[in-house]
């Protein structure tokens, strides 16, 4: 089983900076591509990146592509979303996700889920 915690949630403002973290234990990390997932009130969870194994492949949802840079520290067993150029549409709870699968983008195809983390961004 692996363990996924995530933090450094906040309130920020429109065209603010944020950093998002997710802590991995309990099992091998490298087995798993690494994903963030997000969901507003009242919205399903939506995939916003995602990195390979190796942290040499990334790919994004197209609403952050070039906004968002998702990498992973495999020695320190975490991922990180950095979000630049916040936008008060990218409100939700992020979480983070483990998978077998390569390149998906479906939250079935996760393994293993975070509590979550809130993002809030006010206008």
């Known amino acids: 089983q692996v363990q996924l915690v995530e933090s450094g949630g906040g309130l920020v403002q429109a065209g603010d900076s944020l950093s998002v973290t997710c802590a991995a234990s309990g099992g091998t990390f490298t087995r798993y591509e690494m994903a963030w997932f997000r969901q507003a009130p009242g919205k399903e969870r939506e995939f916003v990146a995602a990195?390979?194994?190796?942290?040499?492949?990334?790919y994004y949802a197209d609403s952050v592509k070039g906004r968002f840079t998702i990498s992973r520290d495999n020695a320190k067993n975490t991922v990180d979303l950095q979000m630049n150029s916040l936008e008060p549409e990218d409100t939700a709870v992020y979480y983070c996700?483990?998978?077998?699968?390569?390149?998906?983008?479906?939250?079935?195809?996760?393994?293993?889920w975070g509590q979550g983390t809130q993002v809030t961004v006010s206008s």
């Open positions: 996700a483990a998978t077998r699968y390569t390149r998906t983008v479906r939250p079935g195809h996760y393994d293993f």
């Open positions: 990195v390979s194994w190796s942290g040499g492949t990334q």
